[in-house]
């Protein structure tokens, strides 16, 4: 075929190509809206019809939240969607219309405005005719930001409605709680009212004698789990869920709403009320404890809760010194945090650190641990120094096989080798840019354009692959092994730090992940970056033979 002038054609760069844009579908629907016509499929459905037309939309993820409020944006399924556009992965969001997005035109404009354009994050509301890429969108930001506010007024409403209906069945003497209190069900026939679950009652009496008998609540726990009786998640006992039940008027045939309320169409997110703003219905069901007994058990805990405030005061002037192990230390058998203990003597206050399950549920549910906070620390301040002598003679052995003869050719190899790659990759990606500008100015038939862009691309990518190893090789080196190595820096600020007659908080925090309290207190520390330690461990090995 004859080569055509070229003269006058179209440049490569100037070619208009069509941006494709990695496309998140979102859907969202309140436990209001589920009995609405637009369900989530629906939403789903529109969308996906859209996107059908427009080649340029790839879709890249479908995010659902379903029974979510739009009045804030803490959503599992859009919280997801948002750390895969900050990742890179998403650049448009397409949804149905506003509403779908969220109700609260402060936030929704937030988005729209400063976040989206920041992230360069292309949005489109379909019902709403608004899509970011539109110049001619400016002109109607005004009626965006009223459809927003009208979503907001809307969802206010919708929130004093059904806060008005809920007070009026509480003071109707209806059950309208989430969670049913232990020891009672709800009403097959009347959804609203409360009946007893005989076994789980008889255990609530249980509960209720034994601390009548001033049995504490731990040891009522305790006493529980040894039997077997699980509690209403399934789990095991635990005095805070004793305590619960025992102040719980439920008990006595009364409903006490209002305790907590929050109201979106006053801003409250949650907040706790007073007892005289409390609803108490009286004989709304059958009670399982008689008020004589239910009384008796308030006294004995207004009575504890007394002596505690008054030993409490006692030691006042005994100041509490840092928990330097706060969050960081852990029973290995369970995995809960170890609690901080104090014990005040005549000659003086004394820690420790015990496992609260077994404090709670004894030997048959965790193996005891204590552990004086003084020994503690002795201990762990060993381990940091060792970690610290690691470091030392690590760094010292790799500064010097860096500065080796051998690693230095090596070195010098691999920059060469890099240097011809990526003066191979301009180059295929050079013909690759012309291969589309002779296509077009028909210099080359279609077989001959797809021939040899699949033969170009292949190597291009074999290439790119060669310069990753390339690359990586190098990284392993040169001085980012030591620079760059998270394990190194961590250290390096405490190497001068091993006699320090203290252990510090900070240095805690830096350097170590978790400790871990086994059985006979045998303690093991995780320490921070290990995977760096790791790395450099595997480059000494590999070189460590190779000096001349």
């Not at 006692?314 to 330097?324: L, M, R, T």
């Not at 690759?432 to 500008?437: Q, S, T």
Request: net charge positive; hydrophobic share 35%; proline share 2%.
């Amino acid at each position: 075929m004859a080569r055509k002038s070229r003269k006058n054609i179209v440049e490569p760069n100037s070619i208009q190509k069509e941006r494709i844009y990695n496309t998140a579908i979102y859907a969202r629907i309140s436990v209001e809206d589920k009995q609405s016509t637009d369900s989530l499929e629906n939403q789903v459905y529109f969308i996906k019809q859209f996107v059908e037309d427009r080649s340029f939309l790839n879709v890249c993820g479908i995010y659902i939240d379903s029974g979510e409020t739009g009045t804030n944006f803490d959503r599992p399924q859009f919280i997801q969607m948002m750390k895969g556009v900050k990742a890179g992965r998403i650049n448009c969001i397409i949804v149905k219309d506003l509403s779908r997005f969220g109700r609260n035109y402060i936030e929704m404009g937030n988005y729209l405005e400063k976040i989206f354009p920041y992230l360069g994050v292309r949005f489109i509301s379909i019902n709403d005719n608004y899509d970011t890429n539109n110049p001619y969108n400016n002109s109607e930001t005004l009626a965006i930001a009223l459809k927003s506010l009208i979503h907001d007024i809307y969802a206010k409403d919708i929130s004093r409605k059904i806060s008005t209906a809920f007070e009026a069945k509480q003071r109707k003497g209806e059950f309208v709680g989430g969670a049913i209190p232990y020891g009672y069900l709800k009403d097959p026939v009347h959804k609203n009212k409360l009946i007893i679950d005989e076994e789980a009652a008889s255990v609530v009496r249980t509960i209720f004698m034994w601390k009548s008998e001033k049995m504490g609540t731990a040891q009522i726990a305790r006493r529980l789990n040894d039997t077997g009786i699980l509690s209403s998640r399934k789990a095991l006992w635990i005095p805070s869920t004793i305590k619960r039940i025992l102040q719980n008027p439920v008990y006595t045939g009364c409903l006490v709403h209002g305790r907590q309320k929050s109201r979106f169409y006053l801003g409250w997110q949650g907040r706790r009320t007073e007892s005289d703003d409390w609803i108490i219905i009286n004989d709304t069901h059958e009670p399982i404890i008689d008020k004589i007994t239910f009384d008796k058990v308030q006294d004995i805990l207004q009575s504890i809760t007394c002596k505690y405030h008054e030993k409490a005061g006692k030691y006042a002037d005994v100041g509490n010194s840092e928990n330097v192990f706060l969050n960081l230390i852990r029973c290995a058998d369970c995995g809960k945090n170890l609690s901080r203990y104090k014990n005040v003597y005549s000659n003086g206050v004394y820690y420790a650190f015990i496992c609260p399950t077994h404090t709670v549920n004894g030997e048959s549910a965790c193996s005891k641990k204590y552990i004086n906070e003084k020994t503690l620390i002795k201990a762990v301040f060993g381990y940091i120094k060792k970690e610290i002598e690691l470091f030392v003679d690590i760094e010292k052995l790799i500064r010097n096989l860096e500065n080796s003869k051998s690693e230095k050719l090596k070195a010098k190899s691999l920059k060469e080798q890099i240097a011809d790659f990526k003066q191979g990759i301009q180059k295929k990606s050079n013909r690759l840019n012309i291969l589309y500008a002779d296509y077009a100015d028909e210099i080359l038939t279609k077989d001959e354009y797809i021939f040899a862009k699949t033969k170009y691309t292949a190597e291009l990518k074999f290439y790119r692959q060669k310069l990753d190893e390339l690359m990586e090789q190098e990284r392993l080196y040169s001085d980012t092994l030591i620079s760059d190595n998270k394990w190194i820096n961590a250290l390096s600020k405490w190497a001068s730090c091993q006699n320090e007659p203290q252990l510090s908080r900070k240095m805690l925090v830096e350097l170590v992940e978790h400790i871990e309290v086994c059985e006979y207190n045998r303690i093991e520390v995780f320490f921070r970056h290990r995977d760096g330690y790791m790395e450099l461990q595997k480059f000494a090995s590999e070189r460590g033979g190779d000096d001349e």
